[in-house]
């Protein structure tokens, strides 16, 4: 955890791995999406292929975790929080790690299609709040001054939930093609 504390990796290889791990992620749900548009809607063919679906997965999610953290990293700057840079650096490996995470069992889920709707849901639930919880110690212990633990944890605890609010239901609207 030393060479996130201490941002060794450029901040734009952080994201495009990011985007990579969001198209990861979404891809199965996506694939389903893109086949089903492309079937009702007699769309080219070349919209309905995994590329185009592994591509497209990852923008809008990338996008909505840019903005509405960059709003939220922004919101506790104000608030008196220090080191909101570093915090918004290491927020993004561990998303990464559960967007990864959250791709593996969606893809062990699509050869089990039977266990297919728990696993995406127990996925899309479980697997970030689990990251998240792992990023808020990490945080408190690295970046926030005692005296602002609840504070911290109260306004990052509302970021998770809405940045999580928007990218669940996103996997729901991708996701009811499956």
Known sequence: MNFIKEKKIDFKIVIAVLYV???FAYYVPMRGTLSLLGINYNLPSFINNDITA???AGILPILAYELITSMAFRFMQRGGAAATDGMRY????FYIGA???MGGVKLVFMFFPLG?????????TVIPLIFFIG???FALKTYVDKTLYSRFIYTLGGTFTVVYGVL???GLI???SV
Do not use: H, K, P, Q
């Open 90 to 93: 290491s927020l993004r490996f």
């Open 54 to 56: 592994f591509i497209a």
């Open 168 to 170: 669940a239901v996103m």
């Open 99 to 101: 967007a990864l995470v």
């Open 135 to 137: 990023y808020m110690c």
């Open 21 to 23: 791990a969001f198209c």
């Open 116 to 124: 297919g709707i728990w696993g995406n849901i127990i996925a899309d």
């Open 174 to 176: 991708m996701g009811v």
